[in-house]
């Protein structure tokens, strides 16, 4: 596995070691808790699994002309490796109530699967190719998106952290 998805798999591995499910329905008021957050980055990984399947099967990458504004938040993001918080999540990848048990099941397998699919595309269009848009950043190629998932994954690793570690109202 590339070097960026094993880090992602190795941090939210890390981040969610012994909790218990009532740790994991914890959170500061107002604040997605530790299920929500698993969850919601189980949906980020399904919903490019479901991009790069498109991708394949069309035979053409799917990406657009990037705005200046995609450029910028590109740059930070995976250049710099910089989250700014406070972000609202795109529809598609706000938690629905998946049970933390599931997610916990399913979430590295769909990590495996983003690998395969990232790397069948840069096989098929080329490394530097931008494959498919990121709802937020545009356009990337399968390295930027390994690069943006490891990134998300380490800022969302961290609030998991500090609810493990801060006392919540439940």
Request: aromatic share 6%; charged share 25%; proline share 5%.
């Amino acid at each position: 596995m590339d070097s960026d998805l094993a880090r992602l798999r190795q941090e939210l591995e890390a981040a969610i070691a012994g909790l218990t499910e009532i740790s994991m329905a914890q959170a500061p008021k107002g604040k997605w808790n530790s299920a929500q957050i698993l969850e919601h980055l189980f949906l980020t990984y399904k919903n490019t699994n479901r991009g790069l399947a498109k991708c394949l099967e069309k035979g053409t990458p799917l990406a657009t002309a990037a705005t200046l504004k995609q450029r910028v938040g590109t740059l930070l993001v995976v250049n710099l490796g910089y989250m700014p918080g406070g972000a609202k999540a795109p529809e598609r990848a706000v938690p629905r109530g998946m049970p933390s048990e599931e997610v916990r099941e399913t979430i590295f397998a769909e990590i495996q699967r983003m690998e395969s699919g990232l790397n069948d595309c840069e096989r098929r269009f080329g490394a530097g190719t931008k494959i498919m848009d990121h709802p937020i950043l545009g356009p990337l190629t399968a390295n930027q998106w390994r690069k943006f998932h490891w990134v998300h994954g380490r800022h969302h690793a961290r609030q998991i952290r500090e609810r493990r570690n801060a006392p919540t109202n439940g």
